[in-house]
C-alpha cells in the first residue's frame, strides 16, 4: 500500500512535467537542437513516469523480485537527459 501512496504522487508529476513541456515549447533554430530539446524533455518526464510505475509495480505485482530491472530505467532516463543537456551546452 505504501508503494502505491508513493508512486501517485510521482506520476502525477511526470504529467506536470510532460504537460509543461508540451505547453510551453522552446524555441531552436536548427533541427539538431529541436531534437535534443525534445529528448531533454521527454527524458524529464520519463523519468518520473518511470519512477512512479516502479514503484506501482511494486505495489501491485504478487513476485515483484522480477522486476527490480526496472529501477535501472529512471537511471538511463536521467543519463538521457544529463547527456542531451551537456550536448545541448556545446552548441
Do not use: C, N
Amino acid at each position: 500500500m505504501l508503494e502505491i501512496l508513493v508512486a501517485i504522487p510521482l506520476v502525477l508529476i511526470g504529467l506536470g512535467s510532460a504537460w509543461r513541456s508540451l505547453a510551453d515549447p522552446v524555441p531552436a533554430e536548427d533541427t539538431g537542437s529541436r531534437f535534443l530539446i525534445a529528448v531533454h524533455q521527454a527524458s524529464k518526464a520519463g523519468f518520473w513516469f518511470a519512477f512512479g510505475g516502479f514503484f506501482l509495480a511494486y505495489g501491485l505485482l504478487e513476485h515483484p523480485e522480477g522486476f527490480r530491472w526496472f529501477a535501472l530505467v529512471p537511471v538511463g532516463m536521467a543519463v538521457l537527459r544529463l547527456a542531451s543537456a551537456l550536448l545541448l551546452a556545446r552548441r
